[in-house]
């Protein structure tokens, strides 16, 4: 077990994702409480998910019947800020929407707190402090635990520890990014930082949307119910598939799959407390604990760096945060007319 930064809270090395229970990957609820089931019975003790997932909170419902009678073994996670319906109101970091968003997790998932109530995304439309004041009420009510972020950069991570500081309220504990072999981008800033203050960081795609699984080969065919069948072809470009073929006889000549390389890398840095796994089957689960004593010397953590260089991203993973000003032209160019005049 490790400590969830400095909330307290001792949480497996892998945690469980479930952004695959319902539509988007296995409609079974059955099948999808027996992943569960099988996870905690492996020792896993941490579950992510999220009101989106599903889609719409369909996977906090899979989950909250799967938890019945064991709710207490588990350290909770779950996400707000997407949005959950046509009505614009339905979704970001408002008070309005906090306060709504949390009562419907918490009956989805059929329980009376949260251990992590995590925000989603960014949301440059609303003023952090109005945020944490929020969620400082809701741990104050007893309803959450300690609260987290997912997909911050670096500078939104140290405002919201000031906000927080400077007026009293309670600050993030986690931080949600994503990162793997293929995108390490957060070695840079965002881990050091989240290791200055203290807080628990749990990745997303430690296996890069499937990437990392082997299944997918330079020139080769896509696989057969792949993943990655809905992200667009430039987010699958040759940096990465040329990496892969690189990382592969790495595998091999340690005796490894190359999924149980990826995952051991995940958890091998310092700033990381838990990776999250995100099977869509039992079989997939069973292939991911078969991994979990995994541990990577020096000298083959050396030769990842020489595939993939430390604080490098290969590409950007089609569901990660775009920052508005990379995201729209206009606000990284003045007007044509202050143009015209200078």
């Known amino acids: 077990m490790r400590d969830l ?11 469980l994702g479930t952004m695959m229970f319902g539509q988007a990957g296995n409609p079974d609820p059955q099948d999808c409480a027996r992943i569960v089931h099988r996870a905690l019975d492996a020792g896993i003790n941490f579950i992510d998910t999220a009101d989106v997932y599903g889609p719409h909170g369909l996977s906090e419902e899979i989950l909250g019947a799967a938890l019945k009678g064991r709710r207490d073994d588990v350290v909770l996670a779950t996400k ?11 979704g970001g970091s408002s008070r309005r ?3 709504t968003a949390v009562e419907d997790s918490l009956r989805r998932l059929g329980t009376d707190h949260i251990d992590l109530y995590q925000v989603h995304h960014p949301d440059p439309r609303t003023d952090v402090e109005e945020t944490l004041s929020a969620l400082t009420d809701l741990v104050r009510s007893g309803k959450v635990r300690a609260i987290g972020s997912s997909n911050l950069p670096a500078s ?6 000031w906000v927080a500081e400077r007026r009293g309220l309670q600050r993030f504990r986690t931080e949600q990014p994503t990162y793997s072999i293929l995108n390490r981008g957060i070695e840079r800033e965002v881990l050091p930082v989240c290791q200055r203050y203290g807080m628990g960081v749990l990745v997303w795609s430690p296996l890069s949307m499937g990437l990392l699984t082997g299944r997918y080969r330079k020139g080769g065919p896509e696989p057969r119910n792949a993943r990655m069948h809905w992200v667009p072809r430039h987010m699958t470009d040759e940096r990465k598939l040329a990496a892969v073929e690189e990382l592969i006889p790495l595998a091999d000549q ?18 990381v407390t838990s990776a999250i796994i995100g099977p869509r089957t039992p079989q997939q689960l069973e292939d991911l ?16 760096d020489r595939v993939v260089a430390p604080g490098t ?17 206009a606000l ?4 044509v007319a202050e143009r015209a005049a200078a």
Request: some cysteine.
């Open 254 to 271: 340690a005796g490894l799959s190359l999924t149980h390389l990826a995952m051991a890398f995940a958890v091998a840095h310092p700033g």
């Open 156 to 161: 939104d991570i140290v405002e919201a520890q």
């Open 80 to 90: 707000f800020n997407g949005s959950m319906g046509e009505d614009p109101n339905r």
């Open 97 to 99: 929407w906090v306060v």
């Open 332 to 335: 990284r160019r003045r007007p």
């Open 5 to 15: 930064g400095r909330t307290g809270i001792r949480v497996s090395p892998y945690c």
């Open 289 to 304: 604990l078969a991994g979990a004593e995994v541990t990577l010397d020096d000298e083959l953590l050396d030769r990842i």
């Open 313 to 329: 991203d290969l590409g950007p993973l089609d569901v990660s945060h775009v920052p508005p000003a990379v995201e729209h032209a």
